[in-house]
């Protein structure tokens, strides 16, 4: 059984994607959390309830904002599938899903948010330069960093393979290790970008998710390994 570095800070919710593909989880957090001020956090969720519209690029932002539920009814631009529904489950409305990462999901629902208040509570140091065709088509947007994901050294344990869910775990990875004989695989383009800096991911997920990356990486060390 092929072991697989887990190197988000969220161990217990990503392993048991890998563990149903055939392959063994590993956990190697490669990341840290630090939220934003309580002032800070508050503020985020007095703009999101007076939106039109909020953008939630992860479920991190959710648990932070709405740990115990009670989302506004607010229409909300999810991305990603395991992010739509945990907006559903605190009482959200899902009104766009993108399947394919913060890029896509700002092209393909700029149309719906013309003209709009747009709250986007996002992680400091976030690729947001999509944001740019936002900005031009939208009434008002408002963004707000509510956490900031910091790099921490990855531990020396011995895996074959190693999956990315985001830059700064990519980062910490290389504090203490390189990717060499091993097999990589990031969840979306982004994450890709940071890791193709030092050679090309194996593995690409199709969405923006764990259950995804463990499908993809799972399919491509049958035929690779």
């Known amino acids: 059984m092929i072991k697989v570095a887990i190197t988000t800070d969220r161990y217990d919710t990503a392993a048991s994607t890998f563990a149903r593909r055939g392959l063994e989880p ?8 630090d939220p934003a001020s309580g002032d800070v956090l508050a503020e985020a969720r007095e ?21 115990k539920g009670s989302m506004p009814r ?20 899902v009104a766009v899903a993108g399947r394919s990462g913060l890029d896509a999901l700002i092209r393909d629902a700029a149309d719906r948010l013309a003209g709009s208040r747009v709250v ?3 992680a400091a140091g976030s690729d947001l330069s999509q944001l740019q065709v936002l900005r031009a088509r939208v009434g008002t947007l408002i963004e707000i960093e509510v956490y900031r994901t910091v790099p921490v050294a990855a531990i020396d344990a011995p895996v074959g393979a190693v999956a990315f869910a985001s830059p700064s ?16 695989g990031v969840i979306g383009p982004t994450t890709g970008a940071a890791v193709a800096r ?5 593995v690409v997920a199709s969405q923006p998710s764990h259950t995804a990356l463990a499908r993809a990486m799972a399919s491509y060390l049958e035929v690779s390994v």
């Open 26 to 33: 590993v956990p190697v957090p490669c990341i840290r959390v």
């Open 120 to 122: 986007f509570p996002h």
């Open 74 to 93: 607010v229409d909300v631009a999810a991305v990603g599938e395991m992010t739509a529904a945990a907006v559903e489950a605190r009482g959200g409305r």
């Open 47 to 67: 703009k999101a309830s007076g939106a039109d519209f909020l953008l939630i690029s992860s479920v991190r932002t959710l648990d932070l904002l709405w740990p």
């Open 169 to 184: 775990a990519v980062e910490g990875w290389l504090l203490s290790r390189d990717l060499e004989q091993l097999v990589v």
């Open 198 to 202: 030092l050679r090309p991911p194996d």
